[in-house]
């Protein structure tokens, strides 16, 4: 049974992540340090948990993007200070992905929501940015190791590149290492059949939840 | 006055910023700061507002907004900003008027008040969504050129070259965007009115090379045609877009600055996004030396402007620049259901009212979210084109109630519409004429429009 002082601890931490308050979020990580609470009780039950309120609600438009953006800056200064401090971090992490738009497309706001949502849902996101290359994509994603490549395309004359990095991935042998997800305006499930992808979602908030189904489904 | 060149001085020589920065602690913080200034508040009550003093406060708080936060260059990673003086010298001398087309079917774009009788400019078509080939390009233009209440055409993107899928900066996105104009200019022509203006040239070229490409006289382009520049979300440009700006001015083009700000992004909410809406019309004058707009202010989560949110952001911001400015003000639409559908005319009926009783002209937009190739048919801009003529003169308030009825009809439906048919589903492939389903929909919805006080049968009787 934790103490109060643990569950205020928690509560402060996960509160701070809603509040998109990055000192609060520092600080409390710190006092949790300080009073010896297990990084992973307070990763899990303080910052995650923030997390996925902040996810619903920006699901809900109760809060908008730049609050998202602001907490999963937040969640990420809590994470580290209190990653380093767990040798088996991995167990904690949800899955490494690498996300950009893809060559050619410079919008970045769709990106920009699924990888701090990513982010705040305790994925560790690389994130590269606008009109990437195939190339890049996948040394970023060997580098790293990946499991799964999101690619963002928001027009109709640049959904071309998404097919582009899968193929790039099949005829080099590397398809299976990774899950690859597609989404932004002109894609559909129809277009993911087409193109042989591996996820799809309409929103960055079930972005997530497929993305969860696809890295268990994978490790199972 | 500013001019061009002195936008792209500014670009190199403005304030450094990382987009972060600008992002989240300039336009974000300055955003909230006027919204709250000037008390700016959503009322769900009146969609379609008659507040002129709502409209003006919207006004001034989007003029202090852009004079603090300008415009942000992605390629030089500096703010371009402009003073008080020199956006009011600008906005008094943009055009007036401005003539499209050739022959009898040109046409003069002039701007509107809210409430006014004038006909809006009346821009009708695709909207740049996507078809999957040249055949079904053609039979969709041919057919939007024969709606007799089109003064202009808005063409469908092109997404393949002889079936190979375009990819942008590429040999097909040039090849695409010839194409695209060469098509729709004999689209135009065999539908009887060569004349007609194409008014988004062009749509299957993303980038200023495959524009510029496009361009060459032998391929069909006039320089009474109109044409487009993007922006990039939220008040931000490159390199790439001021070139395609560049080009057009110097050809002396009419110019449109097109921009899509987002509702729950960092627009924040209906508030803020009205504010931005008119804050990009400021910034298409001043940077891109455009000189005629179109605004698409849209959900960041259902890719639609329908809801009741985005109706109050509609009808407020073409209040705040039609009552403020003389500026050529278009609104183009987006609906989450798709054509040969009943939604997808309750929301194109809604959009259209609140945005042609506030004093703006009309492009018809995105259907099924403007997401899916083909899901495009003549009788839904035909049917836009028709409640924007119908809604001119009618007052805010009666225009209120018939928004409202209408969201009614269909806001518990936006998170999953019907898509509706493609257009070789809805409509004879060979004539471009539509289905009984699909007629039989159209006349419904015109009949039930009829008893809400939105007669469109008006427009048979005088266009």
Request: proline residues 4%; contains cysteine; hydrophobic residues 40%.
């Amino acid at each position: 049974m934790i103490n109060m002082g643990e569950e205020e601890l928690l509560k402060t931490l996960s509160e701070s992540v809603v509040a998109c308050d990055r000192d609060a979020v520092v600080k409390a990580a710190q006092q949790a340090i300080e009073k010896g609470l297990d990084p992973v009780k307070a990763i899990e039950k303080g910052l995650s948990k923030g997390a996925i309120t902040v996810g619903e609600k920006f699901d809900r438009l109760e809060i908008f993007l730049t609050d998202l953006m602001m907490a999963a800056d937040a969640m990420k200064a809590g994470l580290d200070i209190l990653l380093p401090l767990i040798s088996e971090e991995k167990v904690l992490k949800k899955g490494t992905v690498v996300s950009g738009t893809v060559k050619g497309d410079i919008h970045d706001i769709g990106k920009n929501i699924l990888s701090a949502l990513f982010s705040a849902n305790g994925f560790e996101v690389h994130d590269l940015g606008v009109d990437v290359s195939t190339s890049k994509f996948i040394e970023e994603a060997e580098k790293v190791r990946a499991d799964i490549i999101a690619l963002s395309a928001l027009m109709s004359s640049t959904i071309g590149g998404q097919k582009d990095v899968i193929d790039y991935l099949s005829e080099t042998g590397k398809r299976e290492k990774f899950i690859v997800m597609v989404g932004g305006g002109p894609t559909t499930r129809e277009w993911t059949e087409e193109i042989g992808a591996d996820g799809y979602a309409e929103t960055a908030m079930e972005a997530v939840k497929v993305a969860l189904e696809l890295i268990e489904k994978k490790r199972s | 006055m500013v001019v061009f060149l002195d936008a792209v001085e500014k670009a190199l020589t403005g304030k450094p910023c990382s987009e972060r920065d600008y992002d989240l602690k300039i336009f974000s913080t300055k955003l909230r700061e006027v919204v709250k200034e000037y008390d700016i508040k959503y009322d769900p009550e009146n969609l379609v507002s008659s507040d002129n003093s709502l409209a003006d406060d919207i006004f001034k708080a989007a003029f202090d907004f852009y004079c603090e936060v300008g415009t942000y260059c992605k390629d030089t990673e500096r703010i371009i900003k402009f003073d008080e003086n020199e956006i009011k010298d600008r906005l008094r001398n943009s055009p007036s008027r401005i003539v499209f087309g050739e022959g009898v079917d040109a046409g003069t774009m002039v701007p509107r008040k809210p409430e006014d009788r004038t006909p809006p400019w009346r821009f009708v078509g695709a909207g740049g969504v996507a078809v999957s080939s040249e055949d079904v390009f053609m039979g969709l233009v041919e057919n939007y050129a024969k709606i007799p209440i089109a003064n202009s055409i808005t063409t469908p993107t092109l997404t393949r070259v002889n079936g190979i899928r375009i990819r942008p900066y590429s040999p097909l996105e040039i090849l695409g965007a010839i194409r695209t104009v060469a098509l729709g200019r004999e689209a135009i022509r065999r539908a009887g009115r060569p004349g007609l203006p194409i008014m988004n040239s062009i749509a299957t070229a993303d980038s200023a090379i495959a524009l510029v490409a496009g361009l060459h006289p032998e391929y069909g382009l006039r320089p009474t045609d109109g044409y487009m520049v993007a922006t990039l979300a939220e008040l931000k440009t490159n390199f790439d877009l001021l070139n395609r700006a560049c080009a057009l001015m110097s050809l002396g083009l009419p110019t449109a600055a097109i921009f899509g700000p987002i509702f729950g992004g960092y627009c924040g909410g209906p508030e803020g996004t009205a504010v931005v809406t008119v804050a990009y019309h400021l910034m298409g004058a001043l940077v891109y030396q455009a000189g005629w707009f179109l605004a698409f202010p849209i959900h960041i989560k259902h890719i639609a402007s329908s809801m009741p949110e985005l109706l109050w952001v509609a009808s407020v911001y073409a209040q705040a620049i039609s009552r403020n400015t003389h500026l050529l003000a278009l609104y183009y639409d987006y609906t989450a259901a798709g054509p040969c559908t009943k939604m997808s005319l309750y929301e194109m009926a809604a959009q259209y009212t609140a945005a042609i009783t506030s004093g703006v002209s009309m492009e018809t937009g995105g259907i099924a979210k403007g997401r899916r190739e083909d899901y495009l048919t003549p009788v839904e801009p035909r049917f836009a084109a028709e409640v924007a003529y119908a809604a001119a003169g009618m007052k805010r308030e009666d225009a209120n109630e018939i928004v409202k009825n209408l969201a009614s009809k269909y806001v518990d439906k936006i998170a999953d519409p019907p898509i509706g048919m493609k257009y070789q589903e809805c409509c004879d492939t060979k004539t471009g004429k539509p289905s009984r389903k699909c007629l039989n929909i159209y006349n419904g919805v015109r009949k039930e429009l009829k008893d809400l006080g939105l007669d469109l049968s008006r427009n048979e009787r005088e266009y």
